[in-house]
């Protein structure tokens, strides 16, 4: 790709993520519990109408067709390594933060029980959020922030392990800064850092989304129904 090529990508991709943090900012006034949701569809529809007319397609940022039982199988050990991962992440974070005593890091925010309190012993609401997070969370935060945003900046930047460790590195940052708002410094880090591990599995395995998805929407759904279940 040539300079001028690459320095299209970069702004393509300041394109996106400018207008999916000024939205959220905006909807933020208006319902702050859904504005994140609202905000990622929305973007997600206006990038895949832009993919469209540039002869694009999800399947090239990781949505692969599964043909066949075995490849449909195959996400299954893929999405251990990708859980695997995300243990290790999740688990660094609270040991460094328990062994060194940061409390900043071992209290939940206010702002999750503003936010999601909503779901203890509500039935109702156990489904609507778990809808949203299968749709947003799971399906949507992986396309943008690995799908798109990784391998965008893996291919707008020269082929080197520096371009690697940006291109996993950067939308992490951009994932933990979304999380910020109503989980603080803590949802900050460990959502940083869980994305660095889903960036990481997902070039591992060949840019294919499908097993992020799966542990995703799973370790989300889990956490939801402990909730609801009064046991989080």
Do not use: C
């Amino acid at each position: 790709m040539t300079l001028s090529g690459r320095t299209f990508v970069v702004l393509e991709i300041l394109v996106f993520v400018v207008f999916s943090l000024a939205s959220k900012a905006l909807i933020t006034m208006w319902t702050w519990k859904y504005a994140g949701p609202i905000t990622l569809i929305s973007t997600l529809i206006l990038l895949s109408l832009y993919m469209r007319r540039s002869g694009k397609s999800w399947a090239q940022y990781g949505l692969k067709p599964l043909p066949g039982i075995k490849s449909k199988l195959m996400v299954l050990p893929q999405a251990m390594l990708v859980f695997l991962a995300f243990a290790i992440a999740v688990g660094s974070v609270m040991l460094i933060a328990k062994y060194f005593q940061i409390s900043v890091l071992l209290e939940v925010s206010e702002g999750v029980e503003a936010r999601f309190g909503e779901v203890r012993d509500n039935l109702p609401k156990l489904m609507m959020w778990l809808t949203i997070i299968w749709v947003s969370a799971a399906f949507g935060e992986e396309m943008f922030f690995r799908g798109y945003l990784v391998a965008r900046i893996q291919e707008a930047l020269p082929n080197s392990w520096l371009a690697t460790v940006i291109a996993i590195v950067v939308p992490a940052l951009i994932f933990g800064y979304g999380h910020y708002g109503y989980q603080g410094i803590r949802g900050f880090i460990m959502t940083g850092m869980i994305a660095v591990a889903f960036g990481l599995t997902y070039l591992l395995l060949k840019k294919n989304l499908w097993p992020n998805i799966v542990v995703h929407g799973v370790v989300d759904s889990v956490a939801f129904i402990s909730l609801y279940l009064g046991t989080d």
